[in-house]
């Protein structure tokens, strides 16, 4: 299994808009694709501002299928949806060792 990590620095006022938005949108399209897992948001105890989405896929080839027409009508959407864009500011991925 591998991890998406998204970083994003959005004020404390708007996360509930973007969270919603993104549900509604991105985990929406998301779960449609093969080797999606799952989504959580993390909130950062020590800055309010940021947020982490944490995506599950099984495996970096399911991740990386999503074609990018994809991607980009639904980064419309979304953008639309919450009335501005807002830049990633780390995309990282982590493998899940078995412990």
Known sequence: MVVEHLTF?????????????DAEIWTATLARQDGFV???YWADASDPDMLHLLIRW???????????TLLDETGRRFTAAVGQAWPTLSCTAYDVLSG
Do not use: E, G
């Open 9 to 21: 620095r959005i004020p404390l006022a708007l996360q509930a808009k973007f969270l919603a938005c």
């Open 58 to 68: 099984t495996s970096h080839d399911h991740w990386h299928a999503v074609p990018k």
């Open 38 to 40: 799952s989504k959580d």
